[in-house]
Nanobody, 124 residues
Framework: QVQLVESGGGLVQAGDSLRLSCAASGPIFSDKPMGWFRQAPGKEREFVAGIRWSTMTTYYTDAMKGRFTISRDNAKNTMYLQMDSLKPEDTAVYYC?????????????????WGQGTQVTVSS
């Protein structure tokens, strides 16, 4: 059973940075992508970024390119999301997830395992 635990959220001001962590335990397949999603109140869950453990291939939603960086530490079985130049519209609960298939997708339904989420609030 795969377990994912996010941490690192908090309350920051616009322009600040945060680094989210996602600690994974259980049988993580080395070629399975993992991703970060976020969900703001009243909105659908949206894809933020994804990474494959084996190739370090990354993919970002256009709105996050240049501000967010996804990475992982294989030895620690941990994935990170470095978020810079945060904006109030980045306020959301951020989730990490492990994909069902071999490719990075934006569709939450393609991800099997989810963490409990960590709240990020950006004040103006």
């Amino acid at each position: 059973q795969v377990q994912l635990v996010e941490s690192g959220g908090g309350l920051v001001q616009a322009g600040d940075s945060l680094r989210l962590s996602c600690a994974a335990s259980g049988p993580i397949f080395s070629d399975k992508p993992m991703g970060w999603f976020r969900q703001a109140p009243g909105k659908e869950r949206e894809f933020v970024a994804g990474i494959r453990w084996s190739t370090m291939t990354t993919y970002y939603t256009d709105a996050m390119k240049g501000r967010f960086t996804i990475s992982r530490d294989n030895a620690k079985n941990t994935m990170y999301l470095q978020m810079d130049s945060l904006k109030p519209e980045d306020t959301a609960v951020y989730y990490c997830a492990a994909a069902r298939g071999p490719t990075i997708t934006k569709n939450p339904n393609d991800y099997t395992y989810w963490g409990q989420g960590t709240q990020v609030t950006v004040s103006s």
